[in-house]
């Protein structure tokens, strides 16, 4: 069964496929332990979202999983107004698109952190360091953002990841 970690290090791979020469630099790059790095691949390897031997995701699997089984599997929480990094619309690249309200209204989603400087109602990160693996990677918070569309947002904001993940996740 696949778990949200395992989402988190496939991203990690499409956001910076050259970087990842070792397994111990994707799992420390993600805030994850070599072992959990090593259980997670071979998850997603039995998934199919993973082919270990070319060392990168299927994209069309991941894609496909991504937009119709991560919203249902791992739905978002919604907390109590925090400090935090801004994330779904109100984060790159849908607030390129969208009217956001400001960064310190209360009124936009973000992931609980000190180091944040938005404030906003705490959304449950997919896995516990996603903070911390989106400030090391643009790329890569980008597209955790988007998935925190697809996990929490209304239609538009849904529509609109949707297709940012396809163009992002294609061949």
Known sequence: MIKP????ILLKLVASP????????LAFDV???????????????????????QRKPVLANLREFVIHGVPYLFAAERGEV??????????P?????LRVPDLTSGEIPVWPSAS????????????HSVPFAAQRDPALYELLTLVDALREGRARERNLAVKELEKRLSS
Do not use: C, M
Not at 18 to 25: C, D, G, I
Not at 33 to 52: C, F, N, T, V
């Open 5 to 8: 970690q395992d989402i988190l």
């Open 31 to 53: 805030g994850v332990g070599l072992s959990e790095a090593h259980r997670s691949l071979d998850r997603a390897s039995k998934a199919r979202l993973y082919d270990p031997e």
């Open 18 to 25: 050259e970087s990842h020469t070792s397994l111990s630099s």
């Open 82 to 91: 925090t400090r935090g990094i801004p994330t779904s619309f109100a984060a």
């Open 93 to 97: 690249p849908l607030n390129q698109h």
């Open 116 to 127: 944040g400087a938005a404030k906003g109602y705490a959304l449950t990160p997919l896995y």
